[in-house]
């Protein structure tokens, strides 16, 4: 499988003097997402759990919702041959393995997607699935809608220490300073998982796929701490896992509130040392009388 970092040679420039040295990046590769044999979406990640990010990703599109609507989850051979073969034929020799192209089967009676679906999709790193969906489409293919889910009431307190706990964690953004992260705490601030990627959207992908194969979906207890920004796509991924908090250190966009505001989802922005933007969802924040009487927000 691929690595996920790599090392380099770099000229090193530090107050006029140069030297070389090796340095570590953070590997990012092209995976190719498969469903039933065919394509379905290319995203680039950084390699490891790539079955979770393909699971997280059907998650996100509305294909499956429990770890018994997919079947099996495969590498496949000969990527670098041109023709697409299945994973027993590394065996055989068929074609070598890049283990860059996963294939989803659905279990039967599992419907496949429409037509429009079925779209050889490219996602990049940065962006993920962008205009994919309309408000409308996301509400409506929800599996678990998360204005019927229980409350979940958290003191913005809380919510402020997340960042650090999620920072600690990163092992990898340590050795490279390179890589987005998506964490999943409980109510009570424990992180209960956390993936790291080149793409902030398949880090989170990875944690909803997880969650999927272990049976732990919905997420409507669990709280979705994104390094960045607050993209219309990850609030589209956390609404489809019925998470009802999201998180993230930087700026929403736009459509990531209106999206918020449409599904019930308490988003949240800015969220650095104990100050926070709240877009959408503020009832869900444990909020005391004597801050909301603390005068007007900046």
């Given at each position: 499988?691929?690595?996920?970092?790599e090392?380099?040679?770099?000229?090193?420039i530090?107050?006029?003097?140069?030297?070389?040295?090796?340095?570590?990046?953070?590997?990012?590769?092209?995976?190719?997402?498969?469903?039933?044999?065919?394509?379905?979406?290319?995203?680039?990640?950084?390699?490891?759990?790539?079955?979770?990010?393909?699971?997280?990703?059907?998650?996100?599109?509305?294909?499956?919702?429990?770890?018994?609507?997919?079947?099996?989850?495969?590498?496949?051979?000969g990527?670098?041959?041109?023709?697409?073969?299945?994973?027993?034929?590394?065996?055989?020799?068929?074609?070598?393995?890049?283990?860059?192209?996963?294939?989803?089967?659905?279990?039967?009676?599992?419907?496949?997607?429409?037509?429009?679906?079925?779209?050889?999709?490219?996602?990049?790193?940065s962006?993920?699935?962008?205009?994919?969906?309309?408000?409308?489409?996301?509400?409506?293919?929800?599996?678990?809608?998360?204005?019927?889910?229980?409350?979940?009431?958290?003191?913005?307190?809380?919510?402020?220490?997340?960042?650090?706990?999620?920072?600690?964690?990163?092992?990898?953004?340590?050795?490279?300073g390179?890589?987005?992260?998506?964490?999943?705490?409980?109510?009570?601030?424990e992180?209960?998982?956390?993936?790291e990627?080149?793409?902030?959207h398949?880090?989170?992908?990875?944690?909803?796929?997880?969650?999927?194969?272990?049976?732990?979906?919905?997420?409507?207890?669990?709280?979705?701490?994104?390094?960045?920004?607050?993209?219309?796509?990850?609030?589209?991924?956390?609404?489809?896992?019925?998470?009802?908090?999201?998180?993230?250190?930087?700026?929403?966009?736009?459509?990531?509130v209106?999206?918020?505001?449409?599904?019930?989802?308490?988003?949240v922005?800015?969220?650095?040392?104990?100050?926070?933007?709240?877009?959408?969802?503020?009832?869900?924040?444990?909020?005391?009388?004597?801050?909301?009487?603390?005068?007007?927000?900046?």
């Amino acid at each position: 499988m691929g690595r996920v970092t790599e090392r380099r040679r770099v000229l090193r420039i530090r107050g006029g003097a140069l030297s070389t040295r090796p340095d570590t990046l953070v590997a990012e590769e092209p995976l190719e997402i498969r469903l039933g044999g065919k394509p379905l979406a290319i995203t680039m990640r950084t390699p490891g759990d790539d079955f979770a990010l393909a699971a997280g990703f059907l998650v996100s599109e509305g294909v499956v919702g429990r770890a018994s609507d997919v079947a099996n989850i495969v590498y496949c051979a000969g990527a670098t041959r041109g023709g697409p073969s299945r994973s027993s034929e590394v065996e055989s020799g068929g074609g070598s393995n890049t283990y860059n192209i996963v294939d989803v089967q659905l279990a039967p009676g599992v419907p496949l997607p429409e037509i429009t679906l079925e779209r050889n999709v490219y996602t990049t790193s940065s962006c993920g699935l962008c205009g994919k969906a309309s408000l409308d489409a996301v509400r409506t293919t929800a599996w678990w809608p998360i204005a019927d889910t229980p409350p979940v009431r958290v003191a913005p307190e809380l919510l402020a220490i997340l960042p650090d706990r999620l920072r600690a964690a990163q092992r990898v953004f340590d050795r490279t300073g390179g890589l987005h992260a998506a964490g999943l705490f409980s109510p009570e601030g424990e992180l209960l998982d956390l993936r790291e990627d080149v793409g902030r959207h398949n880090a989170v992908d990875k944690l909803i796929g997880r969650a999927l194969q272990s049976g732990e979906l919905p997420l409507s207890r669990s709280i979705l701490l994104v390094s960045g920004r607050a993209s219309f796509e990850l609030a589209q991924k956390a609404v489809m896992a019925g998470i009802p908090l999201l998180a993230a250190v930087s700026a929403p966009s736009s459509l990531a509130v209106d999206l918020a505001a449409e599904t019930g989802l308490t988003l949240v922005g800015f969220l650095r040392g104990g100050s926070m933007n709240v877009y959408a969802g503020e009832h869900r924040l444990d909020l005391h009388a004597e801050a909301m009487a603390g005068g007007p927000a900046r």
